[in-house]
């Protein structure tokens, strides 16, 4: 038992690094790469990891043709919608900005899974942490909100805070699904957006940033779909299956964290107290929407 837990907290501490450094990665990526351009780079990759796993583990294929719109918006929803929204939003946000605002995702959920799911009642606790985190995303993104001019960072901010939504719905609407092998819906879902953008992709990239690629750009896209896209899919996977989501729901409290250091210390982004005041309003609504009763 001790080393299946050791095993559990080791992955959750990896999920919550690389996924954690991954919006200062996207920042850096977006210096040679187009927004989209970065998402499929994510997706292949991410298809190819698991895929391998999904042979190693020697399965078979178990899902018939009515699974592929399922799939398809699966991928679109958990994958290609917010992937890019993030990325296009780093163009003009701080990714430890992005990573603070994307803190909002699972009071998204409980909204979305309130009205969608039966068992997920709005409670007095969580409509009180609904409007802390709501309190915490007007205080980050208020003044820009209120400045005139093309020069705010208004349309990125609602660019992540749209991310935030589409997971929420990914995450509802994957509880309403038959269960399934984990590994087999991540190849589907990864591999399916892969070639849904890669003709947009290409396009972008070659009309826009063309192929000026450096080797240090290039290393951090393969860090990007490789370990942030497809072993930690793998990884979320394993949690999920062995241990719950609400032993992964800790990763909902440290990402912002990780995001918000790894932007201001090594980029170097600048930040103020109102970041901080804000990444603790949300955190805190988080934790109240997430307080389960004792049994």
Same mark, same amino acid.
Request: hydrophobic share 60%; glycine share 10%; with cysteine.
């Given at each position: 038992?001790? /080393?299946? #837990?050791?095993?559990?907290?080791? %992955?959750?501490?990896?999920?919550?690094?690389?996924?954690?450094?991954?919006?200062?990665?996207?920042?850096?990526? $977006?210096?040679?790469?187009?927004?989209?351009?970065?998402?499929?780079?994510?997706?292949?990759?991410?298809?190819?990891?698991?895929?391998?796993?999904?042979?190693?583990?020697?399965?078979?294929?178990?899902?018939?043709?009515?699974?592929?719109?399922?799939?398809?918006? %699966?991928? $679109?929803?958990?994958?290609?919608?917010?992937?890019?929204?993030?990325?296009?939003?780093?163009?003009?946000?701080?990714?430890?900005?992005?990573?603070?605002?994307?803190? %909002?995702?699972?009071?998204?959920?409980?909204?979305?899974?309130?009205?969608?799911? !039966?068992?997920?009642?709005? #409670?007095?606790?969580?409509?009180?942490?609904?409007?802390?985190?709501?309190?915490?995303?007007?205080?980050?993104?208020? !003044? !820009?909100?209120?400045?005139?001019?093309?020069?705010?960072?208004?349309?990125? /901010?609602?660019?992540?805070?749209?991310?935030?939504?589409?997971?929420?719905?990914?995450?509802?609407?994957?509880?309403?699904?038959?269960?399934?092998?984990?590994?087999?819906?991540?190849?589907?879902?990864?591999?399916?957006?892969?070639?849904?953008?890669?003709?947009?992709?290409?396009? #972008?990239?070659?009309?826009?940033?063309?192929?000026?690629? =450096?080797?240090?750009?290039?290393?951090?896209?393969?860090? $990007?779909?490789?370990?942030?896209?497809?072993?930690?899919?793998?990884?979320?996977?394993?949690?999920? =299956?062995?241990?719950?989501?609400?032993?992964?729901?800790?990763?909902?409290?440290?990402?912002?964290?990780?995001?918000?250091?790894?932007? =201001?210390?090594?980029?170097?982004?600048?930040?103020?107290?109102?970041?901080?005041?804000?990444?603790?309003?949300?955190?805190?609504?988080?934790?109240?929407?997430?307080?389960?009763?004792?049994?």
């Amino acid at each position: 038992m001790a /080393q299946s #837990t050791f095993k559990h907290w080791a %992955l959750l501490a990896y999920l919550v690094l690389v996924w954690g450094f991954a919006f200062a990665l996207i920042a850096l990526a $977006l210096e040679s790469f187009h927004p989209l351009f970065i998402v499929w780079c994510r997706l292949w990759m991410g298809a190819l990891v698991v895929w391998c796993v999904w042979r190693w583990r020697q399965q078979r294929w178990c899902l018939g043709r009515e699974w592929w719109p399922r799939l398809t918006l %699966l991928s $679109l929803t958990g994958n290609i919608i917010p992937f890019s929204l993030i990325a296009w939003a780093e163009q003009s946000v701080p990714s430890a900005e992005v990573g603070i605002l994307m803190a %909002l995702m699972p009071i998204a959920t409980l909204l979305l899974a309130h009205w969608l799911l !039966d068992h997920e009642p709005l #409670t007095w606790r969580r409509f009180a942490g609904v409007v802390l985190g709501f309190a915490g995303v007007v205080l980050l993104v208020g !003044d !820009d909100l209120l400045s005139a001019g093309a020069s705010g960072q208004w349309p990125g /901010q609602l660019a992540a805070l749209l991310a935030t939504v589409s997971y929420a719905f990914n995450g509802v609407y994957a509880k309403r699904l038959p269960a399934q092998e984990p590994v087999a819906l991540s190849v589907g879902t990864l591999g399916i957006g892969s070639i849904l953008l890669a003709v947009p992709a290409l396009w #972008t990239q070659l009309a826009g940033p063309g192929l000026n690629i =450096t080797p240090g750009t290039t290393s951090v896209l393969v860090v $990007l779909g490789v370990m942030a896209t497809g072993v930690a899919t793998w990884c979320y996977f394993v949690v999920v =299956t062995e241990r719950g989501p609400g032993f992964l729901s800790t990763i909902n409290y440290l990402i912002p964290a990780v995001a918000f250091a790894a932007g =201001t210390l090594f980029l170097a982004e600048p930040w103020g107290w109102e970041h901080l005041i804000a990444l603790a309003m949300i955190l805190a609504g988080v934790g109240l929407i997430q307080v389960r009763q004792a049994r």
